[in-house]
């Protein structure tokens, strides 16, 4: 099928990325799922093929806390896929005590913005190729309380979870309203989403497993993964969102951010520097 739209989706082995690389791939797109742990993502694949019906689902591994494995994993991609039609900045980490990626950034602003900036920015040539395309960026209702620290970036001084995933998500928004700021008239359109409160593993720890009865006892009350991923679908596949870009969505509809997440000076300075410090700032 020649003219099967390809979606790549990071985060996909589980909760709402999961989710969303399943309703996806029963539209009959060809789904790349992009996952840190190659077991978990080949499961998850299983998964996925069996609950939609199509076998048109590829894994490719990708450790987002690496900026190495992401040129490598971006490489990868290319070599295998003529195109891209949509990009979906799906995967996320939150953790209670600070950590590192390998090239020594705060884990979540690591992870979660920074990963995508480099991952977006290697496989915009192939996005503009294939337009019109999107990229959807999954951002969080927790930008509202979040403030970009750019005198301490990886909060080495004064990190709590709340204020590493406030300044992540925050940074998640920016990117996505800047960066369609820069994609305008090239066919490719940008949205970030908030996809409510799900229940998902996000917060459990993978070593210890701390987090999972907190968890089991907040599925009671949360949105599932499927009810999470249908924004992140809408923006993917909905017809009627092709010409939207630059719009934070909730509920499938459009909602105003915070203040500081339209701050256009501010969108451009993080832009600068997450072009420094992913090493893309001359490319």
Known sequence: MNNRKIMLITGANTGIGKATATALARTGARVVMFCRDQQRGEQAMKDIISDSGSSAVDLI?????????????????????????????NAGVITLDRQETVDGFELQFGVNHLGHFLLTHLLLDMLKKSAPSRIVVVASGAHRAG???????????????????????????????????????TGVTVNSLHPGAVASNIGVDRKTGFGKTIMWLAKLVLLTPEQGARTSVFLAADPSAAQITGTYFSKCRPVKTSRRAADKDAAEKLWTLSAQMTGTANA
């Open 61 to 89: 591994r990708c450790d987002l806390g690496s900026l190495a494995d992401i040129r490598r994993a971006a490489a990868e991609f290319k070599k295998r896929y003529k195109r891209l039609d949509v990009l979906i900045n």
């Open 147 to 185: 403030r970009i620290h750019f005198d301490d970036i990886n909060l080495r001084k004064h990190y709590s979870v709340i204020r590493s995933y406030g300044q992540a998500k925050l940074a998640n928004v920016l990117f996505s309203n800047e960066l369609a700021r820069r994609l305008a008239g």
